[in-house]
């Protein structure tokens, strides 16, 4: 009976986990130096939530080369402990705690391909809840070319 426990606590802990990501889909054209647009690209962003901030990212152009690699949005972490006590007892000493997350509103990354890299700055439209949210920014290829990105 313990066993029978022990594995469905598992595999609940293993659903819980893997339903802790999130994949969210961005759109983009590649510019070339010359201001014409040449092709289609497709991000795909996936968040793990009890990650440090840090999302793997793939850019697939419609050539077919593709560019793997992170975005990482920076974000602070405050904590606060206050002690206090009641003056009539000592016996009420109590302390508090809080902690806050700032989110900052830049996603920041580098891409690599098989012969050339990507470097992504996206503006998060709501930076606590990641990519899925929404945001606009802009990639550069290494050879020159712009990538304008929506998610």
Not at 69 to 85: A, H, I, M, N, R
Request: net charge negative; glycine share 10%.
């Amino acid at each position: 009976m313990k066993t029978i426990f022990k594995i469905g606590v598992c595999v609940a802990a293993v659903a819980v986990l893997a339903g802790c990501q999130s994949t969210t889909t961005g759109q983009g054209r590649v510019v070339s130096k010359d201001g014409k647009n040449s092709q289609s690209v497709t991000f795909q962003v996936t968040e793990e939530f009890l990650d440090d901030g840090a999302a793997s990212a793939v850019a697939t152009l419609s050539s077919g080369e593709f560019f793997t690699g992170k975005l990482v949005t920076e974000k602070k972490q405050t904590e606060s402990v206050e002690d206090g006590f009641f003056y009539d007892d000592d016996d009420d000493d109590f302390f508090s705690s809080s902690s806050s997350t700032t989110y900052n509103s830049r996603a920041k990354g580098v891409l690599f391909s098989a012969a050339r890299s990507m470097q992504c700055q996206i503006t998060l439209s709501n930076p606590s809840s990641g990519f899925s949210d929404g945001g606009v920014g802009e990639c550069k290829i290494s050879t020159g070319e712009t990538v304008p990105v929506q998610f």
